[in-house]
């Protein structure tokens, strides 16, 4: 029988709301596993507990009117550069050790608003992997070493590595992560889980230490399709429709196969089997060409990310203020505070002036617009696009992104399949269906 700790979301949810459990008795099964394994001598995901989170559980079970929530009593992890009120909020870094946040981000409020239990914080690559080069993912000054709960050897993906991984060891019901270039699908892909990463602009940044406003964003990760829209739909702040995955055979979906000479034969061959299925019921693949957009995507992030990261610190009570005061305050004990460098925040504080005011920054906005025009005048006529090889193309002009899982890998650790498209619901609808398809994935034996 699977463990409460490894069940979907969804599942939980009815427990609770029947009754079957407690929103107290949930939340200490969380606290026992996260201590158990979620620890600095486990997979080190947790950055910090919120000591109100029985408490918060026990006013749930209390409120008989609670019960109608969409996530009630449902026990929430959040990266660690989203703000909780009461709770530090440091991006991963020792220069923000001291910082705790004074209210809720938006998205945290909503959370709390539908019923969910914050559970406390996850760890996460050190500036959501805008630091330096060759940063090793999930590592962070102030965190340490994420570690992948299938094995300690894999990649734990970035930058929201303890999110993912803290869905992946039974940590929590639901994470939520930010997601500027693959830091929400990417960290699922490796870690067995599902990652959703809204369209820019779906969800309020407010509250959330950014690379990039125009780019960022705050997802879910969870552990199928079904949990990933379950918790979308109460954050949202709109209506959005319930789940209705498509019949395969009504399913259109492009494979974009750029760069797919440089994925594995194995990979490929998971990918083919699933594209087989669908077509064996009837759905219809067409092959595309959606390259990566790279230069486009890091000459907005690189001049917009020392005035958005001020802004951010501006109106906080971060002990500094100025990307210069951060660098600093790193190269005054460079081998314990920066052990891999601050490379890339020494570019983006030389190159930008911190007013938006480059030729090139408006040039690049400018650019992705037209590339945005063009790929959703391609996209369509498509419920999803499957990327085979690597492309940066929807993070470069905000769509949206999600990973189902996909099957094992030999070497007994997870593979997932990341889609994008033109419009939420049919993206998500479409996951859904395939998912079904998928031969998928087993927790890690932790």
């Given amino acids: 029988m699977t463990p409460i700790y490894h069940q979907p979301a969804h599942l939980l949810y009815e427990k609770l709301v029947s009754g079957e459990m407690t929103c107290v008795s949930l939340v200490k099964i969380y606290l026992d596993r996260i201590e158990a394994v979620g620890g600095k001598n486990g997979v080190n995901a947790i950055a910090e507990i919120d000591e109100t989170a029985l408490e918060q559980a026990r006013a749930l079970d209390m409120n008989p009117d609670a019960r109608v929530l969409p996530l009630f009593g449902l026990p929430v992890l959040i990266k660690d550069n989203i703000d909780v009120k009461g709770l530090h ?14 209210k809720d981000a938006p998205v945290v409020q909503r959370l709390r608003q539908s019923g969910a239990v914050i559970l406390g914080k996850t760890n996460m690559t050190e500036f959501a992997n805008y630091m330096t080069d060759d940063l090793p993912n999930g590592f962070s000054s102030r965190g340490g070493q994420v570690i992948n709960a299938y094995h300690p050897n894999m990649d734990p993906g970035g930058s929201s590595t303890g999110s993912a991984v803290a869905v992946s060891a039974g940590l929590c019901a639901f994470a939520i992560g930010t997601d500027t270039c693959f830091s929400i699908v990417g960290c699922a892909a490796q870690n067995g889980v599902t990652g959703f990463k809204p ?10 230490i950014p690379i990039c406003f125009a780019l960022d964003t705050a997802g879910p990760l969870t552990r199928d399709v079904m949990d990933a829209h379950m918790v979308y739909s109460a954050i949202a702040g709109r209506k959005i429709s319930p789940l209705s995955p498509a019949p395969v055979k009504d399913l259109k979906i492009a494979i974009n196969t750029y760069n797919r000479d440089q994925v594995s034969k194995e990979q490929l061959a998971r990918y083919e089997s699933l594209l087989n299925a669908l077509k064996n019921e009837g759905g219809k693949v067409t092959e595309i060409n959606q390259p990566p957009t790279t230069v486009t995507r890091r000459n907005v992030m690189r001049y917009a990310f020392k005035h958005d990261l001020e802004a951010y610190l501006h109106a906080s009570d971060a002990p500094r203020k100025t990307l210069s005061e951060i660098i600093d305050y790193y190269n005054e004990a460079s081998e314990t505070r920066a052990p891999y460098g601050v490379t890339v925040l020494q570019m983006a504080k030389d190159v930008a002036t911190g007013y938006l005011d480059e030729p090139a920054y408006r040039e690049a906005l400018k650019e992705r617009e037209e590339i945005k025009a063009k790929i959703v005048k391609e996209l369509a006529s498509f419920d999803a696009c499957l990327m085979t090889g690597h492309t940066d193309v929807m993070h470069t002009i905000n769509l949206p992104s999600i990973t189902i899982n996909l099957a094992m890998a030999e070497d007994g650790t997870p593979r997932g399949a990341i889609l994008y498209g033109s419009d939420e619901e049919r993206l998500l609808n479409a996951a859904a269906a395939l998912e079904r398809l998928a031969p998928g994935v087993v927790a890690p034996n932790l």
């Fill in 89 to 102: 909020t440091t991006a991963g870094s020792v220069a923000l050790k001291e910082h705790i946040a004074k």
């Fill in 199 to 208: 369209a820019g602009g779906s969800l309020p940044g407010d509250g959330i």
